[in-house]
């Protein structure tokens, strides 16, 4: 072995002390190319082939040197490699070398040309080999990669909603062995004007390093068409991205209807609110009710889960007070607006006894009631009534009764015995609401008969007659014309029929027989006007 090392040592002095006037030249391929930059160094390796038709004896590197692209030599280079010896090199074959390429910082960004020359021996003869690696040096260290964005959990959407964030990142290859300083900016730009702005230096070793921005797209920004910006930038070096993208809430309210245009007074009222979400989101669903478009009486709010799709949420109006309502109906999400609609309804007041009034005439009661019917159109109830004599009942029905919108009045006369007390209560059932009033009075003895002694006075006898009467118009009533027509005539009757008194003369004073006797005097007649009346 050491024998055969010697013999190759004096092979390759041989090779070098050659003329080489009397070689013959040949090529060698490679395989491979060295990129570096200015003040760096590049290593690596190279695949030598042997193109020629022969197998050399031994090949050996002997010196190198480069060239611009005008074939000009260049300085600033120093090229090593291992090995350098290749003995027994046959046809075709292929060796793998090592390198190390330093460049001066002085040597101008370029393509350049290495050239490697080899000395071989064939069959006693000397060859002498070339081969050429293409070496590009770069005015950077840095290679610039293509940049991507995505919104976490939804991917490369196109569409970004409010309270998301936007991810961009990209490489950086650094072929240096030093570490490098790179600008970085990105930022969402909408009407000129930039939104979640990032501007940082960041240090860029050799190698590949991965650079990643998050940008929030706040509750608080514009909804419209934005565009990201990312740049970096390196001494004269840069590379700019961009991306348009659309911001929205991403919740939307598109209607509400109402279950009808009216509703009773506390009555329920339904309203169906249509949403259309496409995201998952909590959300806000506010309403409030104004009474005669002024007067603020309601608010509601309810908290909503909602989904990617579309909900149908019902909600209850308000009907606490009567009259022209609108209610204005709103979504929001995080304090932004997601729209707002405005319904209108109107409230009525059921139908009720709106008073009850009562007159008393001796033992006769009569009742005044005033039926009040709010809503436009006429409604059938019932119309209950009692009246209590010291507690015991003495009256008592139920009547069906029709209400025009508007006022309805009643009268009802009761026969009450006296000297108690009178009691009475009115109930009216309609439209699925009760309303009642209840009254009392005192209801007085009649005064005591005369003495004797004094002057008779007529008497009248009351009827005991009980009329009940339903007056539709609230007008005129016939009935006490009626009782006081029937008093007259019992009067009347009663005079007629008493027996009359005779009126006798009286007798003379009877005369004693043993009295005197006087003559009777003569009779006397007193002229009269009229004759007597006949008895």
């Known amino acids: 072995m050491i024998v055969k090392r010697a013999l190759l040592i004096v092979l390759m002095l041989t090779l070098m002390f050659l003329p080489f006037a009397s070689a013959q030249f040949g090529t060698i391929s490679v ?5 570096v930059v200015p003040g760096d160094y590049s290593e690596g390796t190279l695949t030598l082939t042997n193109n020629a038709g022969v197998v050399y004896s031994v090949v050996s590197f002997q010196t190198f040197w480069v060239e611009d692209s005008q074939g000009n030599r260049v300085d600033g280079f120093n ?45 006693g003869e000397v060859y002498i080999l070339k081969a050429k690696v293409p070496v590009e040096v770069l005015a950077s260290p840095l290679t610039f990669t293509s940049a991507y964005y995505y919104v976490p959990g939804r991917g490369d959407v196109p569409n970004v909603f409010l309270g998301e964030n936007v991810t961009v990142y990209s490489h950086i290859v650094n072929i240096g062995h030093f570490n490098v300083t790179v600008g970085v900016f990105s930022a969402l730009r909408n009407n000129g004007k930039e939104y979640s702005v990032v501007s940082k230096n960041v240090t860029v070793p050799p190698g590949d390093t991965l650079i990643k921005l998050s940008l929030p797209v706040k509750w608080g920004y514009p909804e419209g068409n934005y565009t990201l910006v990312y740049r970096l930038s390196y001494g004269d070096q840069s590379y700019v991205y961009t991306k348009k993208l659309t911001v929205s809430l991403g919740v939307r309210l598109v209607g509400v209807s109402v279950e009808k245009e009216s509703a009773l007074l506390n009555d329920t009222l339904v309203a169906y609110v249509t949403v259309i979400s496409e995201r998952k989101v909590s959300a806000t669903l506010s309403w409030v009710s104004l009474l005669n ?19 149908v949420v019902s ?21 932004r607006s997601a729209g707002n609609e405005t319904v209108s309804y109107t409230v009525y007041a059921p139908p009720s006894i709106a008073s009850l009034g009562s007159k008393l005439i001796n033992s006769t009661l009569e009742l005044r009631v005033l039926l009040l019917n709010p809503t436009p159109q006429t409604v059938s109830g019932t119309l209950e009534y009692r009246v209590l004599a010291n507690g015991t009942s003495l009256y008592s029905d139920v009547l069906d009764v029709t209400i025009p919108p508007g006022k309805k009045g009643l009268s009802f006369t009761f026969t009450v015995p006296t000297g108690t007390n009178v009691t009475y209560s009115f109930k009216l059932n309609a439209l699925g609401r009760t309303s009642v009033k209840e009254g009392s009075l005192w209801v007085p003895a009649p005064k005591p008969k005369p003495s004797p002694t004094e002057t008779e006075t007529p008497t009248t006898t009351s009827l005991n007659m009980t009329t009940t009467t339903e007056n539709a118009s609230g007008g005129f009533s016939w009935w006490p014309v009626v009782g006081l027509f029937l008093i007259a005539l019992t009067i009347l009757l009663y005079y007629q029929n008493r027996p009359k008194e005779r009126r006798t003369r009286k007798g003379p004073k009877r005369q004693s027989p043993l009295g005197r006797f006087k003559r009777p005097k003569p009779p006397k007649f007193q002229e009269r006007d009229s004759l007597p009346k006949k008895r």
């Open 31 to 35: 395989t491979g190319s060295i990129t």
């Open 315 to 335: 909600i209850f109006l308000s009907t606490s007070k009567p009259g022209k309502v609108s209610t204005v109906i709103s979504l929001s999400v995080h304090g």
């Open 79 to 123: 090229f090593t490699m291992f090995p350098k010896v290749f003995p027994s090199w046959g046809r075709g074959q292929s060796k793998v070398v090592e390198y190390n390429l330093t460049v001066a910082k002085n040597v101008l960004p370029g393509n350049y040309t290495l050239y490697l020359r080899f000395i071989a021996t064939y069959s």
């Open 293 to 311: 478009g002024s007067e603020i009486f309601s608010t509601s709010t309810r908290t909503l889960e909602l989904s990617p799709g579309t909900d």
